[in-house]
């Protein structure tokens, strides 16, 4: 599977922005499509994910009721829409996948055998 991530930007604080995930490559219906951050000088933390066969959603408790995960099957795309942005929302942005997870495991990064190149959302206050 091969993951083009794109749409981040610069935004001021209560902004919003949408990442896509493009996805190429073998079929999806086992994957969950996941979204991480990463900050300067911090770990790479979940942000959320979306199984691709029956749209489960799973987010992190910090961006719960301000960001939202969408995907189009026809176009393979996964979609983070982002509202209400804040200062500790900036960070590089990746898509990864994975199939065969179980809902206990979306959230683990290491857990993920592919991912895009990431995009840079930079949140100014």
């Known amino acids: 599977v091969q993951l083009q991530a794109s749409g981040g930007g610069l935004v001021q604080v209560g902004g919003s922005l949408r990442l896509s995930c493009a996805a190429s490559?073998?079929?999806?219906?086992?994957?969950?499509m996941g979204w991480f951050r990463q900050a300067p000088g911090k770990e790479r933390e979940f942000v959320g994910g979306?199984?691709?066969?029956?749209?489960?959603?799973y987010y992190a408790d910090p961006v719960k009721g301000r960001f939202t995960i969408s995907r189009e099957i026809a176009k393979k795309t996964v979609y983070l829409q982002m509202n209400n942005l804040k200062p500790e929302d900036t960070a590089v942005y990746y898509c990864?996948?994975?199939?065969?997870?179980?809902?206990?495991?979306?959230?683990?990064?290491?857990?993920?055998?592919?991912w895009g190149q990431g995009t840079q959302v930079t949140v100014s206050s």
């Open positions: 979306i199984r691709w066969s029956g749209g489960n959603l």
């Open positions: 490559g073998r079929t999806l219906s086992n994957y969950v």
């Open positions: 990864a996948a994975q199939s065969g997870l179980i809902a206990s495991t979306v959230s683990s990064s290491d857990l993920y055998g592919y």
